[in-house]
């Protein structure tokens, strides 16, 4: 029902037939957000995110991208991450 909208404005993309998430945004260039994780941001996108008002909507859907996104120390990936955007972690 929402896809449409978390493709324009976020970049997730949806195959509704299917039921299965078919891209992710880029937030930063050659970074991956842990995948182990995806489950948990589904599941918190359903339930956190308030869907009846757009302006809430908006900074649900944002906040729950950022915490995906997040750069989690002790990760060798983390690593990979230049250190001006490590620090701001």
Same mark, same amino acid.
């Given at each position: ?49 308030? +869907? ?15 915490? +995906? ?7 060798? +990936? ?12």
């Amino acid at each position: 029902e929402k896809g449409s909208m978390l493709n324009t404005y976020f970049g997730l993309r949806f195959d509704s037939a299917e039921g299965t998430l078919t891209s992710i945004p880029e937030l930063l260039d050659n970074y991956l957000p842990d995948m182990r994780l995806l489950p948990m941001f589904l599941l918190r996108l359903a339930i956190q995110v308030d +869907w009846s008002e757009e302006e809430k909507c908006f900074a649900g859907v944002a906040t729950e991208l950022a915490e +995906w996104y997040m750069v989690r120390p002790g990760r060798a +990936w983390a690593d990979m991450i230049p250190s001006e955007l490590r620090e701001l972690a």
